[in-house]
């Protein structure tokens, strides 16, 4: 996936490269590279890759199915208001199970991930006084 300027990659495990921001991660000793990370579009950007990859590894674990290696990539864009116009976001997995496992392992993610089912649903942000 080609990355706007407002695009993140988070990648862990086998999968982990490049530099930027290096967070510890439960299911990874060496922890995720999230990159860039220096302005507020990327952010949500990275709260959703983070979440998948996240997500990944638990359901990887659930299934019975090896992973080494996990990397998202998100995007978006912004209308003039600086409203979103939607996420995308693309998993490579490095695991030795069958294309039909794979197949299945990421579309649990899809379904349970939680980032993204909040921000596809939607909801108010208020600043308390």
Same mark, same amino acid.
């Given at each position: 996936m080609d990355l706007t300027p407002f =695009?993140?990659?988070a990648?862990? =495990?086998s999968l982990r490269v490049g530099d930027g921001v290096v967070l510890p991660h /439960?299911?990874?000793?060496s922890g995720v590279v999230a990159a860039p990370v220096s302005n507020g579009a990327q952010l949500l950007h990275l709260a959703i890759a983070m979440c998948v990859l996240n997500d990944t590894y638990r359901e990887a674990k659930r299934l019975g199915l090896p +992973? %080494? =290696?996990v990397t998202v990539e998100a995007d978006g864009g912004f209308d003039e208001q600086w409203t979103s116009t939607g996420v995308t976001y693309s998993v490579t997995i490095d695991s030795?199970?069958? /294309?039909? %496992?794979?197949?299945?392992? +990421?579309?649990a993610v899809d379904d349970v991930a939680e980032i993204p089912k909040a921000?596809?649903?939607g909801g108010p942000v208020t600043r308390v006084h």
């Amino acid at each position: 996936m080609d990355l706007t300027p407002f =695009g993140v990659r988070a990648s862990a =495990g086998s999968l982990r490269v490049g530099d930027g921001v290096v967070l510890p991660h /439960a299911w990874s000793d060496s922890g995720v590279v999230a990159a860039p990370v220096s302005n507020g579009a990327q952010l949500l950007h990275l709260a959703i890759a983070m979440c998948v990859l996240n997500d990944t590894y638990r359901e990887a674990k659930r299934l019975g199915l090896p +992973l %080494d =290696g996990v990397t998202v990539e998100a995007d978006g864009g912004f209308d003039e208001q600086w409203t979103s116009t939607g996420v995308t976001y693309s998993v490579t997995i490095d695991s030795s199970a069958s /294309a039909e %496992d794979r197949a299945r392992l +990421l579309a649990a993610v899809d379904d349970v991930a939680e980032i993204p089912k909040a921000f596809r649903k939607g909801g108010p942000v208020t600043r308390v006084h």
